[in-house]
């Protein structure tokens, strides 16, 4: 099972992704867009685990989530990975609580590591994707990056997703919600 945890977006939130989607549409065409229901803020991408290891997963979710308060997020920024010039994903930027997001990222991470659920080497970087492989046409320095309303959302649980890849893009289904404390 083709596993990931992540934060789900509200409806207002997904609404000003989608417009940013359109805006980007104007200056750059991208091999996949990401769907309205495929809009998510990853916190750990897990890979394929057994059934035996999802059931761990779930319950290193609901441990950690207990242990958290609900905090708030806001679309900041419109990005590129690695950057514009050889984009390999346009992406959203997120601000508000981050040390919040932040610390419930490393505290989940470090025990899905601890039971070798999960290994990352690179540093936690906050996005919701956009895009994968974009071209653009022309001079990317000249490309124009919409302004973002600074929509914001109320970070109240996490979630397991199970990713089916499919020709037509990814299919998500969720295997579990984590409250956070109140």
Sequence with gaps: ???????????EAKRELVRLQQELKKALSCRKWQTQSQMHLTLH?????SLQQAELVKQEMEDV????????LT????GAFPNLKRPRVI?????????DLG???QTLAKQLTKGELYKEERA???HITLGREP?????????????????SWHVSQIVLFHSTLTPKGPIYKTLGTYSLRS
């Design 103 to 105: 610390s419930l990222q």
């Design 65 to 72: 989530a207990a242990s958290f308060s609900p905090f708030s």
């Design 124 to 126: 936690y970087s906050p």
């Design 75 to 78: 679309l900041t920024n419109v």
């Design 91 to 99: 992406w959203a930027g997120v601000g508000g609580h981050l040390k």
């Design 135 to 151: 071209r653009m046409e022309g001079d990317p320095e000249s490309v124009q990056l919409p302004d973002v309303y600074p929509t």
């Design 1 to 11: 099972m083709r596993l990931f945890t992540a934060i789900e977006l509200n409806e």
């Design 45 to 49: 991408f897990l890979g394929d685990l």
